[in-house]
């Protein structure tokens, strides 16, 4: 048996390294939960020229960096990748599995689950450690009208994918020291289907609405689809992003990338501005980290403007519109 002792596996998916935290912010929760079951915290990655990664992983609570580094692990490629991962745990006996919920991890992890025999939570919101020590994995269910709470108590490994933004991440360590095992390219590695002939990242004009300092959220408050567009006026001014609830999306005032709640995307900006959201717990249980909330609402008794550190009670396409005319003004002067 080659598990000496139980240990938490974040996988590193370090393509877009300085735009894609969401390593780094499942290093964080792995290290606040495994002196529950007495664990030891190590991140895993596969690719070419990892150094830089794997010192970064470590800098951020990696214990310990599992690494197989090798030229034909450049480009991703989800058969492989799913090869190795599959057998480093069942070689290394890992107690919990995260993931980042992301494009590669929604089709990475399940197929790793699938090969292990185990099950996966999608698209989590949180976890814990109870007092059996089981993660309780908790992710929206029945269209985000409900969370649901879901353990593992016999398949292992546990495994889940979380939604970037739902944990913040450590702050960069530059006295952290870690162990890093190498791991090889086995010989028999199955030949893939497809051949990668070359990749190349689109560029991202603006920045990520998880990674954005100020949010611009607006409700059906705002009166209709034009009165809407006043926020990403707003959100340019103040160099923010707009987020949006899901009557918002329903009515297709905004695309539904711009969903904040349960659903959604999982924010925690410094300063978050709520324009005409009554506050259903599908939204606001996915704005609880943000430092500072504004609330703007006719309705003064609206549950959001009890969640907001400022609450002002106006015609929320009114007051977006007197702030959007002052903010000229100030940029002209």
């Not at 034909?72 to 070689?91: I, S």
């Not at 599908?282 to 907001?308: G, R, S, W, Y």
Request: charged content about 25%.
């Amino acid at each position: 048996m080659n598990k000496a002792k139980s240990s938490i596996w974040v996988f590193g998916d370090y393509r877009n390294y300085f735009q894609n935290r969401v390593t780094l912010q499942l290093l964080a929760r792995a290290r606040e939960m495994a002196p529950r079951i007495g664990a030891e915290v190590c991140a895993v990655i596969f690719g070419h020229d990892l150094d830089e990664y794997v010192g970064e992983y470590i800098a951020h609570g990696a214990e310990k960096v599992y690494a197989l580094d090798h030229p034909d692990m450049a480009e991703y490629r989800v058969g492989p990748y799913v090869t190795l991962m599959t057998a480093a745990v069942r070689k290394y006996e890992p107690e919990i599995i995260l993931v980042g919920a992301t494009d590669f991890g929604r089709e990475f992890a399940p197929r790793v689950a699938k090969r292990l025999r185990t099950g996966l939570t999608a698209d989590c919101i949180g976890l814990e450690i109870n007092d059996d020590g089981l993660m309780v994995q908790t992710a929206p269910s029945f269209g985000g009208n409900l969370l649901a709470d879901i353990v593992t108590p016999e398949a292992r490994p546990q495994m889940a994918t979380v939604r970037p933004g739902t944990f913040q991440e450590l702050p960069h360590d530059y006295e952290a020291s870690g162990e890093v095992i190498r791991l090889p390219l086995p010989d028999d590695l199955p030949r893939p289907r497809v051949r990668l002939i070359s990749a190349e990242r689109l560029p991202q004009r603006e920045q990520r609405l998880e990674d954005a300092k100020i949010v611009i959220c607006g409700g059906r408050g705002m009166g209709s689809k034009t009165k809407f567009k006043k926020l990403f006026e707003l959100a340019r001014l103040t160099d923010g992003e707009v987020g949006a609830t899901r009557p918002v999306v329903h009515s297709r005032w905004s695309d539904p990338d711009t969903l904040i709640g349960q659903a959604g995307r999982h924010v925690s900006p410094q300063i978050l501005f709520s324009f005409g959201i009554s506050g259903a717990i599908q939204h606001t249980a996915a704005i609880n980290d943000a430092d500072f909330i504004i609330a703007v609402n006719k309705n003064p008794n609206a549950a959001m403007m009890k969640l907001a550190d400022l609450a002002i009670v106006a015609d929320a396409n009114q007051f977006c519109s007197a702030l959007i005319r002052a903010l000229k003004a100030r940029i002209r002067d």
